[in-house]
């Protein structure tokens, strides 16, 4: 007795599918990270604004140079995390493609290729950005010491 060819189709279609499964895992870890760093920024921006109307000119001006770099740091954040999120939606792109693919039976190996690599590039993005706001912090931190 030979085993049903769709059902062997769609188990291939499954093994790949683990992969990018995987990948949107570590995607979602990555997410979690930026949305907890983009609170913090929220949080100290709140803050800092709470106590920026109590202050003398000198304390002033460093609290609006500390806001400035929350901005700047907000920013880069909220790039990471939507850049983050674009690759975990054409993850989940690649992986529904898979699957049409086989249901269809059409080759969509350029297509699949073409998303796995716009996911890559949009997660290198993210993570660029979460580097340049990392940067921010410590340039800001050095900053801050060298005043003190």
């Known amino acids: 007795m030979q085993p049903d060819t769709t ?3 769609i188990a291939h279609v499954i093994q790949l ?21 983009f609170a913090r920024i929220i949080d100290r921006t709140r803050m800092v604004e709470g106590k920026i109307e109590n202050q003398d000119a000198t304390a002033r001006a460093r609290f609006m140079v500390e806001l400035d770099v929350l901005s700047h740091r907000s920013h880069r954040i909220n790039w990471a995390i939507s850049l ?3 690759s975990a939606l054409l993850v ?8 049409v693919g086989a249901f269809v039976v059409v080759d969509m190996s350029g297509t699949v290729a073409l998303l796995f690599i716009a996911a890559m590039l949009a997660l290198i993005g993210g993570l660029i950005n979460l580097l340049r706001e990392i940067y921010l912090v410590t340039a800001f931190m050095r ?5 003190t």
Do not use: D, E, Y
Not at 17 to 34: E, M, N, Q, R
Not at 92 to 99: H, P, Q, S, Y
Not at 143 to 147: E, H, Q
């Open 143 to 147: 900053k801050i010491k060298m005043l």
């Open 92 to 99: 989940c792109i690649v992986i529904a493609t898979l699957f």
């Open 17 to 37: 599918a683990v992969a990018p499964v995987f990948l949107l895992t570590g995607i979602g870890a990555i997410l979690s990270v930026l949305v907890n760093r």
């Open 7 to 9: 059902i062997i189709s």
């Open 84 to 86: 983050c999120t674009l």
